[in-house]
């Protein structure tokens, strides 16, 4: 099945810094990574994702690259703010006859200090 | 537009005793429902997926159950708790495309 690791498990930056989160993916056959965003004791929210078909997206502030060959795709935030302190999820799916799911990697908690 | 719904909120149930978590979908029909769970500091489980009523497929062997008795209504079981299943059990939902969406969440605490 897939197997998706995630790095780094932690990563602490000053407000306005940039933060980058990287993770690996298995299973060639996947073809679509969302990104998640967990706030302490909420549910996690889906922030952004990509497609297999593309390589680069991007949202505002948050933006997520895709490396199809080397199995792994990353998450990039500038200009950081104190409300962006979070624990990060990637995931992996594809997509199977009217379903898919995901597999998620382990997570990132976020810091970014005012 | 799309709502998910889980209740209780929070529950706390001694160990041995039986449960019953409960997970609705508003604004969608023939949604794909999804129950995971989160223990504390820890990623994301799945336990039980279903495309359709009746329809359970299971990831992981455990003493939990699923079922999906209605097309938006999807439940999870358990016949006697242990304390290892203690977390925080997350449903979620997703249409015709990938894109998953997590309801509010039930935090379980086995005493």
């Known amino acids: 099945g897939e197997n998706v690791e995630q790095h780094p498990s932690t990563l602490s930056v000053q407000e306005g810094d940039s933060a980058v989160i990287k993770c690996t993916y298995s299973?060639?056959?996947?073809?679509?990574f969302p990104w998640y965003k967990q706030e302490l004791g909420k549910r996690p929210q889906l922030i952004i994702d990509?497609?297999?078909?593309?390589g680069e997206k991007k949202d505002q502030r948050i933006a997520v690259t895709l490396n199809k060959t080397a199995k792994h795709f990353s998450l990039h935030i500038t200009e950081t703010q104190p409300e962006d302190s979070a624990v990060y999820f990637c995931?992996?799916?594809?997509?199977?006859?009217?379903?898919?799911?995901?597999?998620f990697g382990k997570g990132t908690m976020l810091l970014v200090s005012p | 537009s799309q709502t998910i719904h889980q209740w209780p909120a929070t529950l706390v149930q001694p160990v041995g005793s039986p449960l019953s978590l409960e997970c609705t979908v508003e604004g969608t029909s023939n949604p794909n429902l999804y129950w995971y769970r989160q223990a504390a500091g820890r990623g994301l489980q799945l336990l039980f997926y279903?495309?359709?009523?009746?329809?359970i497929s299971s990831e992981v062997p455990q003493n939990l159950s699923a079922s999906r008795p209605q097309d938006r209504q999807f439940i999870l079981s358990s016949k006697k708790l242990l304390l290892s299943d203690s977390g925080f059990y997350l449903c979620?939902?997703?249409?015709?495309?990938?894109?998953?969406?997590f309801g509010p969440g039930t935090r379980l605490t086995v005493t």
């Open positions: 979620a939902w997703s249409g015709s495309s990938n894109e998953q969406y």
């Open positions: 279903s495309v359709g009523i009746g329809q």
């Open positions: 995931a992996a799916s594809r997509r199977n006859s009217g379903y898919s799911t995901l597999t």
């Open positions: 299973d060639s056959a996947s073809n679509y």
């Open positions: 990509i497609r297999s078909n593309v």
